[in-house]
């Protein structure tokens, strides 16, 4: 259980995070007496009256529900302490004074006793007082059968915010309360959401619970259908996401499960997934949660969902949970431009709501893929840079033999220096480049040629090296191409200097390693800068491996070595391992020359 917590004081928490709300969307404004959150009046609001929708409830459900204020959204939010819901006269105040209340008040909750209690009050009271007032106490919740439930009933978890989306929409489109108060029933009726959590949560300001007791939850268990504020669930299980995806699936839609059965979602049915974050799952994780629901309702259901919508709507402080919820998209009969889905789909400028893509991106083909790969290939013009294919061939292979021979060597020092991957890393790409140099027929241009090796580089070796070899290659091949000529130009010493030196300065761009920063380059730049100055390989190699051996007294100042402690211990033996594997390929390149 995560107990750390930036803002301790639980008021100031609340109302600080209220009042936020106002600086992100300005159209906003707060009562922070009554924790009311709620849309400033507007001209068109005035002219065009809408019906008002008011929803609340304990705070640490974030996003939910001041969150969701907004034009298309909700009206006015009235939020509680944490995991408590406001009070009759907070509720009272936000439908008498901060709302429109001309075409009428639909008040919506969760259904959870202390705000079916406070809001329906409030309401009651706003209809003794002659305002056209509704109440509806949004259930769908299937994670506590009917059994075990007992007179509680389903409770509200996720799935609500889809409910409170169309039902929004409607008002927003101009829907009369009555059309908005039963489009909320028949909604709530069409929905099913189940959740899962890895933990309870600390509320901050409460005591830290004793280890030993119910509420920790051992590392390796789930406990599935637990609710919004830490209530239990029906069981606890030790599962992979499969098998827990698996599971919470046949809550939702097993039609023979006598004690959870509530809606009838089949194949032939439209269906809208939402998977919600409880508010501490990692999104990388929710994106695999995604996948995986979206796998099994596939193969195991035939259940194509027509939206798919993740995120953050409604949470439980920061909950290492998520839901799943399945709304079967039935008929509204309120016509044209407002079916469930329409009323989804309607653009809604609230905070909290953040589901991006439009009808009309849903409705496209979404079929083509882009793959200019060939078209790229084609472009790739030949020089008149000409090499004898054969040689390079013989005198590259050379240099990867050598530098595949020092693997061993290479590895020792890097798991000393580095982390362990450097003599590897180096032998699985000089390994790629021999077998694509082996196959087929050599270019006999020299651009040609270093093309050939480019991809192979970028797709076998990965992390830093990679990188920089992979851009090194690639700004060869543009410098081979400032030495190119109008007329058949053979490939010599000077020529191939000047085209690694280009190459070089680019790479500069990309990397601030110099020689003395314990990096490659104290291997690569002696070698060009030699070359270029006497045209002699056999000197310009040896001025690598001197470069190479100088690192073995370098401080790392870049890359990952600087993090690397010990270095008491292997100062003045050991060398940077990836000059060192630069050298030594260097070298079996120069003997064959
Ligand atoms: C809400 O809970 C009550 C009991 O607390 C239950 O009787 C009712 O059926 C529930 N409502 C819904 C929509 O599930
Ligand atoms: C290569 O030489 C041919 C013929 O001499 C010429 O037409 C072509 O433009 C040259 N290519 C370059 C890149 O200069």
Redesign the pocket.
């Known amino acids: 259980m995560q107990t750390k917590h930036f803002i301790d004081d639980p008021t100031h928490l609340v109302q600080t995070s209220l009042a936020s709300l106002t600086l992100t969307n300005p159209s906003l404004a707060f009562d922070s007496q009554n924790k009311i959150v709620y849309r400033r009046p507007t001209k068109e609001q005035q002219e065009t009256p809408k019906v008002s929708i008011i929803t609340g409830g304990g705070s640490g459900h974030e996003p939910a529900f001041a969150g969701f204020v907004g034009k298309g959204f909700v009206t006015a939010g009235v939020a509680g302490t944490i995991f408590a819901s406001p009070n009759t006269l907070q509720v009272q105040r936000a439908i008498m004074s901060r709302v429109d209340t001309r075409r009428g008040v639909f008040v919506i909750t969760f259904n959870y006793t202390g705000d079916v209690l406070n809001f329906g009050l409030a309401a009651e009271k706003a209809k003794a007082a002659g305002i056209d007032t509704e109440f509806y106490a949004i259930g769908d919740d299937v994670g506590v059968g009917r059994e075990k439930g007992g007179k509680v009933g389903r409770r509200g978890i996720g799935g609500s915010i889809l409910v409170l989306k169309i039902i929004c929409a409607l008002a927003e489109a101009g829907g009369s309360l009555s059309e908005v108060y039963n489009l909320a029933k028949k909604v709530a009726g069409n929905l099913v959401s189940v959740g899962a959590s890895m933990e309870h949560v600390h509320v901050p300001g409460r005591e830290v619970p004793d280890p030993n007791s119910d509420e920790i939850i051992p590392t390796e268990e789930i406990e599935i259908g637990m609710g919004i504020h830490n209530e239990p669930g029906s069981h606890r299980v030790s599962a992979t996401l499969p098998d827990l995806v698996s599971t919470m699936l046949k809550q939702l839609l097993d039609p023979n499960d006598q004690d959870r059965h509530y809606v009838d979602i089949t194949k032939d049915d439209k269906v809208v997934l939402l998977i919600n974050n409880l508010g501490g799952v990692s999104n990388l994780e929710i994106g695999g949660i995604v996948a995986e629901v979206h796998e099994q309702l596939k193969k195991n259901w035939e259940i194509v969902p027509v939206r798919v919508i993740a995120g953050t709507f409604i949470t439980s402080l920061n909950g290492l949970g998520f839901s799943v919820s399945l709304l079967k998209l039935g008929d509204t009969g309120l016509g044209a431009g407002k079916s469930m889905l329409e009323l989804l789909d309607a653009p809604a400028e609230a905070f909290g709501w953040s589901a991006a893509v439009r009808t009309e991106t849903w409705n496209a083909d979404n079929t083509a893929i882009m793959d200019q790969t060939a078209d790229t290939a084609k472009d790739m013009k030949a020089?008149?840079l000409s090499i004898d294919p054969k040689q390079t061939h013989t005198v590259l292979k050379a240099g990867l033999d050598k530098m595949i021979a020092a693997e061993a060597e290479i590895t020792k020092f890097d798991t000393i220096v580095g982390d362990g991957d450097c003599g590897t890393g180096l032998k699985r790409g000089a390994e790629a480049v021999l077998k694509e140099l082996s196959s087929g027929d050599l270019p006999t241009d020299a651009v040609s040629f270093v093309n050939k090796i480019v991809p192979v580089v970028e797709h076998t070796m990965d992390g830093t090296s990679g990188a920089l070899f992979s851009i090194y290659l690639n700004a060869l091949v543009h410098g081979l191409r400032e030495q190119?000529?109008?007329?058949?130009k053979q490939m010599d010493s000077k020529t191939w200097a000047a085209a690694l030196k280009s190459a070089l300065q680019a790479l500069g761009k990309y990397t601030p390693a110099v020689p003395g920063d314990r990096t490659i380059m104290d291997a690569l730049t002696p070698f060009i800068d030699t070359l270029a100055s006497s045209g002699n390989v056999k000197k310009a190699a040896q001025a690598a491996r001197d470069g190479a051996e100088k690192t073995k007294t370098m401080k790392a100042s870049l890359g990952r070595a600087v993090y690397v402690g010990g270095e008491s211990e292997w100062m003045g033996k050991i060398p940077d391992p990836g000059a060192w594997g630069l050298a030594e390929m260097l070298d079996g390149l120069a003997g064959a020359c």
């Open positions: 020089s008149n190119d000529s109008t007329s058949s």
